[in-house]
Each structure stands twice: as structure tokens, then as C-alpha cells.
């Protein structure tokens, strides 16, 4: 079974960083893509960044230049390092995964995560 495993998620004051991570396991194949996404109280959840089985990292437009994303496949391991955090970053984040990259990554996810509170005060 694929299982996803999020952590690092935290209090933090605006301006400061937070990284995520999440481990990856049960994929017989390095071609999966993991995806990080949000959602706010009350509002829809959103996808904030992919990376695809060969590290190409997708962003949605608002996380560009504060986001990154980066892999390590040996360890099955996808970081989120968020910077300049604003007060509406806070959210869970959640940490999914897809048998294959795709376009329509921000849509959803074949696999999901639990996720992971990040809360930015002001």
C-alpha cells in the first residue's frame, strides 16, 4: 500500500520559514509524482506545488519565488521549504502523490497524506 507520511508543520511569525516533508513509501517505481497542497478554514483546497518522478518542480503562481520544492529520491523524501510566510499561508497542508505526473496536478492526487498544520501569525 502507498503511504504518505507529512511532517513539519508548525507556529510561526510572518516573515519567517517553515520546511515540510514528506516520506513516500510503497510506489514500486521512481516515477511518481508528490504534490503539496493546502486548505485554509473555509475555504477550497488548493495545490501549492508538485514535483514529478524526474525533478521538475511545479508551482502554483502565487507560491512562486517563496516556495520550493525539491526530492530525494534515495530516501523517498519531498521537502517544501516555504519562505516569507504571510498570514494567508496558514492552512493544512497536505502531502499527496500521483502514479505519474499530470498537468491537472492541482486538481488532486491518486494518494493522500495525513496532513500537517502550518499557522503564520502576524
Known amino acids: 500500500d502507498v503511504q504518505l507520511q507529512a511532517s513539519g508543520g508548525g507556529l510561526v511569525q510572518a516573515g519567517e520559514s517553515l520546511r515540510l516533508s514528506c516520506t513516500a513509501s510503497?510506489?514500486?517505481?521512481?516515477?511518481?509524482?508528490i504534490g503539496w497542497y493546502r486548505q485554509a478554514p473555509g475555504k477550497e483546497r488548493e495545490g501549492v506545488s508538485c514535483?514529478?518522478?524526474?525533478?521538475?518542480?511545479h508551482y502554483a503562481d502565487s507560491m512562486k519565488g517563496r516556495f520550493t520544492i525539491s526530492r530525494d529520491v534515495a530516501k523517498n523524501t519531498v521537502n517544501l521549504q516555504m519562505n516569507s510566510l504571510k498570514p494567508e499561508d496558514t492552512a493544512v497542508y497536505y502531502c499527496?502523490?500521483?502514479?505519474?505526473?499530470?498537468?491537472?496536478?492541482?486538481?488532486?492526487?491518486?494518494?493522500w497524506g495525513q496532513g500537517t498544520q502550518v499557522t503564520v501569525s502576524s
Open positions: 510503497g510506489f514500486g517505481h521512481d516515477d511518481y509524482s
Open positions: 499527496a502523490a500521483s502514479k505519474a505526473y499530470s498537468s491537472s496536478w492541482k486538481r488532486g492526487a491518486d494518494y
Open positions: 514535483i514529478t518522478g524526474d525533478g521538475t518542480a
